[in-house]
């Protein structure tokens, strides 16, 4: 391949939804996939005669350190100026390798004529001429002539016809050991030029999202609560709840129930999808007793919540009836709960905006883990704050919970970047920790669904359940 020249400046730019742009000189051409991006640039390279350098862009990932590639009129593509061509399916049975293995290593340069030899050359000739093929003294002879065995650190063990080992020291065939980098990357450039052909390691981005998915989607001994709280309307509690759920049920399996645990008319209902019948927690409350029972079944609580199909999880509404004036008291709380813990594996409750209600003093005594959701407001950081507040002064349980409280913070607009990352500094000295998801126009009204969601959106959902994993 002949020599890449730095013009023209070519880049290759990955987008959320694996379609390539590619630039040539300030001049973009939309394409369907890296395949295409390729035979794109190798008729840049034909036309040229030469082979021309890519730079390969994922704007998605910021941590990714950029990449460059060459291409030749050939097709012939590498990651310097030696060439490698790519097969059109993936190696099978081959390690990921890293980047900077793709580059071959220098190989050791021949000493000059005339310039002596290193201790490291003497030491290799000096060993070399000291090994000497054994012969036999008499070849007539037809005894046989054992080696010498050669000496060993350990002992090894010799089974005789008597002696069996222990069969604890039999060796596993299975590999225990592995780290989540070592599997090929799926995203990004390196995931694209692997379907290409090429078998690269995942880059920092790709790593860290694997993390918080093993987080995600771990199961824990016995069932746990989390309860979403903030003092102020719209602080998008509800779609916390939503989204939460979303995340541990696709990611860790079913068993995931949202609870819309508000003294009168919650919005969870309203915001997730409905299914043949319209029961609320009420309803529930009056067969509390019955699936507390030995006789019943699990299925029988479909007639009681709302099963989210995209997203895998149960919903649990609150009265939605105008003319109802009940409101939960915290005895019907507790009742509630028996019922969800016995048969979910983690219930995510949903509260209203007082922190002086029954409901909500007995929803904290069940509590696991506490998410401050708020968005980027000042008066919703400020309900965020009074929340953590209310906790500190409702004895030594909820004060723990508000220190190790994990905070939401959601862009309100699409600008709102600083603020958020101010809101998360203020936050910080007070809880275990924050994150920030990024503003998404599906979130500002209708019903919340996850294949919806921007692919920014959907990974900072998923690393704020990771953070509430960690803190089970």
């Known amino acids: 391949m002949a020599q890449a020249l730095d013009r023209p400046r070519c880049t290759a730019t990955i987008n959320d939804n694996d379609t390539v742009e590619v630039s040539v000189d300030g001049v973009v051409t939309p394409l369907n996939s890296m395949d295409d991006a390729i035979a794109q640039l190798t008729e840049t390279a034909r036309i040229l005669g030469r082979a021309v350098k890519v730079v390969a862009v994922d704007p998605s990932s910021a941590n990714e350190f950029e ?9 012939e593509v590498s990651t310097d100026a030696t060439p490698t061509r790519l097969p059109r399916t993936g190696r099978r049975g081959s390690r990921a390798v890293s980047p900077g293995e793709l580059v071959p290593a220098e190989s050791t340069p021949e000493p000059l004529l005339g310039e002596p030899e290193s201790s490291s050359h003497k030491k290799a000739a000096s060993m070399s001429s000291t090994i000497v093929a054994p012969t036999l003294k008499n070849a007539s002879q037809s005894r046989p002539v054992q080696a010498k065995p050669m000496p060993s650190s350990a002992p090894v063990p010799q ?6 080992l222990d069969i604890d020291s039999a060796p596993s065939f299975i590999a225990t050991d592995s780290s989540l980098d070592e599997a090929p990357a799926t995203h990004g450039w390196r995931g694209m030029l692997n379907r290409i052909g090429l078998h690269l ?9 694997r993390e918080d998915l093993v987080a995600v989607s771990r199961h824990w001994i016995g069932s746990r609560t989390i309860a979403v709280v903030n003092q102020k309307g719209g602080a998008n509690k509800t779609p916390t709840v939503a989204l939460l759920a979303a995340q541990f049920a696709r990611h860790g399996g079913a068993g995931v129930l949202a609870w819309d645990n508000n003294e009168a008319m919650g919005s969870l209902g309203w915001r997730t999808d409905g299914t043949d019948h319209d029961s609320t927690a009420l309803d529930l409350l009056h067969h509390a007793n019955h699936f507390l029972t030995a006789e019943a079944k699990a299925a029988e609580l479909a007639a009681f919540v709302h099963h989210q199909a995209h997203d895998a999880y149960d919903v649990l509404r609150s009265d939605e009836s105008p003319s109802n004036t009940h409101e939960i008291t915290g005895a019907e709380v507790d009742a509630l709960h028996r019922v969800a813990e016995k048969y979910y594996r983690l219930v995510i409750m949903d509260s209203g905006n007082s922190t002086r209600g029954e409901n909500w003093a007995h929803m904290i005594a069940h509590t696991d883990q506490i998410i401050i959701a708020t968005t980027t407001e000042s008066d919703k950081a400020q309900g965020g704050v009074n929340a953590l507040k209310a906790l500190h002064a409702g004895g030594p349980h ?23 990352q101010a809101i998360t500094e203020e936050y910080a000295p007070f809880v275990r920790e924050v994150a920030i998801v990024p503003f998404d126009p599906h979130l500002v009204q209708g019903r919340i669904h996850h294949w919806q969601l921007r692919p920014a959106t959907r990974r900072a959902w998923l ?4 953070l509430v994993s960690r803190g089970f």
Not at 67 to 75: A, E, F, I, M, N
Not at 201 to 209: D, S
Not at 463 to 466: M, S
Request: proline residues 10%; negative net charge.
């Open 398 to 420: 909820a004060r723990e919970l508000a220190r190790n409280a994990v905070v939401v913070i959601s862009e309100l607009m699409p600008s709102h970047s600083t603020k958020a």
């Open 463 to 466: 690393h704020a359940a990771a």
């Open 159 to 164: 089974p005789s016809d008597t002696t069996v």
């Open 67 to 75: 990449t460059y590639l060459v291409v030749g009129p050939d097709g």
């Open 201 to 209: 390691t995942p880059g920092p981005g790709e790593v860290a999202e």
